[in-house]
């Protein structure tokens, strides 16, 4: 992969993660590069039935930790 190409493709994964991923109260989160689940780093209280998280990813190999990028979501509280 050329160093432009490498730049793209980070650029695309920070926008995933900015873009941020759906809560699901019996799952929790998932990252929205590898998949797996993430890490709850902050909570926030629950403001017009919206509750917001923050996360890591815990995968070794995924780009996500590798850049230290926080993921937040949403969980829909009713």
């Given at each position: 992969?050329s160093a432009?190409?490498a730049?793209?493709?980070i ?10 991923v ?5 799952v ?5 590069e590898?998949?797996d ?5 902050t909570?926030?209280?629950?403001q017009d ?12 190999l995924c ?5 230290g ?5 949403i969980?829909?509280?009713e």
């Amino acid at each position: 992969m050329s160093a432009e190409g490498a730049v793209k493709a980070i650029v695309a994964v920070v926008a995933k993660c900015e873009e941020g991923v759906e809560y699901e109260t019996d799952v929790g989160a998932a990252c929205p590069e590898c998949g797996d689940m993430l890490a709850t780093t902050t909570t926030r209280t629950i403001q017009d039935g919206l509750r917001e998280r923050y996360h890591k990813c815990t995968c070794a190999l995924c780009i996500v930790r590798m850049l230290g990028l926080s993921i937040k979501s949403i969980e829909k509280v009713e």
